[in-house]
């Protein structure tokens, strides 16, 4: 028996208490995953006898809810230290949940010692010397994620002291193992946080910096972004002295994604429109060139229209967004339902140019679908009918103060707690 082996059988439970502390002490300095494990193998031997050991961490290939005893097949384990064995053979071991010594104690919970290994029927050969394994589960939570092993070329060679020495070290290793975690969930939460941050910064620059002016109009939009970077998009663009295009937009999905995929619409339309295509032309080339371009399961609905103040009209196209109403003086109103698909979907979309009049004293509102499908606590929708009864009692404010006005109402509808989505109004006051 090697000289480390015979010093730690011939410890006492006592000696072997207060080395286990100095191990935790000695391992709970560090928070590099592969060193902490790493350290604990390099001092086990001068605790427990062994002549091959590992740590095997649980990886499933999706999120599981708490364990209660039942893994499935997704679920393997993956190899963070291991000392003795032959790397060859290790390589060719892929044991799922279940399967060996370690897959039983996985999915038991539960410690467990065999004197003599070739009698275990669950035994999976990985070495050819061992004769007595020891296994213990490392429990974080009351999740098993992950095994301590360890096996010895001589029968019998764990008692039940060595047994419970295990399962305090496995436990300390669980606590380290959280701790360790926790802190790259903490470095990697402020790397998203940094790179929203900038997303953010970014995305603010693409929206407009002010509201434009056009004569015989009072025209305001604004965005309520539900997260740090919105997946609503609001644009103008001077195309004459009397035209200006105006755009509301709403991306499939939130967050970054989202945001990149606002920026490549803005980038797109403003082409189309600087290049003086109509607005159902613009919207066939920017259709395209999403469908080219991003994931099948993305896709983006649009509003865009040349407001022609000379004529008082609005040419517009719609690509499968919330049509926009038009209400009169008297507080009548008109949704405008005509439109198209969503952009991105298809690759060849047809789409058409529509006409209306903006008479003085009427008023075009465009919205996102975050305000409609705002929820009180009974879960009861805000809707169109209530956006429309808002809008008609505050008529005769500005447009600005409009917008203020409507989402105050959104606010007092949920009781406080918001729109769960993106929240964009686009509104044109003809004077």
């Not at 410890?11 to 604990?40: F, G, Y």
């Not at 290793?173 to 701790?179: C, R, S, T």
């Not at 990149?260 to 803005?266: D, E, T, W």
């Not at 983006?300 to 967004?321: E, K, M, P, Q, W």
Request: aromatic share 8%; charged share 25%.
């Amino acid at each position: 028996m090697p000289e480390t082996i015979q010093k730690a059988a011939g410890l006492s439970v006592v000696d072997k208490l207060r080395m286990l502390l100095d191990i935790t002490k000695t391992i709970s300095r560090s928070l590099d995953l592969d060193e902490v494990l790493n350290l604990v193998m390099d001092t086990l031997d001068s605790l427990i006898p062994y002549d091959a050991a590992g740590i095997y961490l649980v990886k499933c290939s999706q999120p599981l809810p708490e364990w209660d005893g039942a893994r499935d097949e997704s679920c393997v384990f993956q190899t963070q230290a291991v000392r003795g064995y032959d790397i060859d053979d290790l390589q060719e071991l892929h044991l799922k949940m279940g399967e060996g010594l370690i897959g039983h104690v996985a999915v038991s919970g539960k410690p467990f010692t065999s004197p003599d290994v070739r009698k275990e029927p669950r035994y999976i050969n990985a070495r050819g010397r061992t004769r007595s394994e020891m296994v213990a589960p490392i429990i974080s939570n009351n999740e098993v994620i992950g095994v301590f092993d360890l096996e010895s070329d001589e029968l019998n060679a764990y008692a039940k002291d060595d047994l419970e020495v295990l399962g305090m070290l496995a436990s300390q290793v669980a606590i380290i193992i959280e701790k360790v975690m926790l802190h790259d969930q903490l470095i990697e939460k402020k790397r998203l946080e940094t790179q929203l941050e900038v997303a953010r910064q970014v995305q603010l620059e693409l929206l407009p910096a002010r509201d434009p002016e056009l004569e015989g109009f009072d025209i305001s939009a604004y965005n309520f972004p539900t997260e740090e970077v919105s997946g609503d998009y609001y644009d103008w663009v001077r195309i004459y002295d009397d035209q200006i295009g105006i755009v509301i937009a709403d991306v499939s999905g939130k967050g970054v994604p989202a945001a990149l995929l606002m920026a490549f619409l803005r980038a797109s339309l403003r082409a189309a429109t600087h290049i003086g295509y109509a607005p159902h032309i613009s919207m066939s080339k920017v259709n395209y060139l999403l469908w080219e371009s991003i994931e099948r399961n993305q896709f983006v609905t649009a509003f865009y229209g040349i407001l022609d103040a000379a004529n008082r009209t609005v040419a517009y196209s719609n690509a499968g967004h919330n049509p926009p109403f038009l209400m009169e003086v008297d507080g009548t109103v008109h949704f405008e339902e005509r439109g198209g698909v969503p952009l991105g979907m298809f690759r060849d979309t047809r789409y058409y140019e529509f006409f209306a009049t903006i008479e003085p004293g009427q008023v075009l509102v465009l919205y996102t679908d975050g305000v409609t499908e705002a929820m009180n606590r009974a879960r009861e929708e805000y809707g169109r009918d209530r956006l429309v009864e808002a809008v008609r009692q505050c008529r005769h404010l500005g447009a600005r103060e409009m917008i203020d006005f409507i989402h105050r109402d959104v606010l007092n509808w949920t009781e406080g707690l918001g729109a769960t989505d993106d929240v964009t109004f686009f509104i044109v006051k003809a004077i």
